[in-house]
């Protein structure tokens, strides 16, 4: 779980910074996911419940 909060948490960065213009390929990867651009808390929201889940489910291991 912490590999998926971990690929979300990543994606929301690319996302972010490709609809700040900070990256080189910023065009290419807003042709695609123009949405996700403008709104890259979409993928950040899921990414930070995914983490306090895998936490959730790690503590209850203990």
Same mark, same amino acid.
């Given at each position: ?28 990867? *807003? !042709?695609?996911?123009?949405?996700? *651009? ?22 209850? !291991?203990?």
């Amino acid at each position: 779980m912490f590999v998926v909060a971990f690929l979300l948490a990543a994606a929301a960065a690319v996302f972010f910074s490709a609809g700040h213009g900070e990256l080189p390929w910023s065009h290419d990867i *807003c !042709r695609y996911g123009d949405v996700l *651009c403008q709104q890259p808390s979409w993928l950040g929201i899921p990414a930070l419940l995914s983490l306090i889940w895998a936490l959730f489910l790690r503590v209850d !291991r203990l």
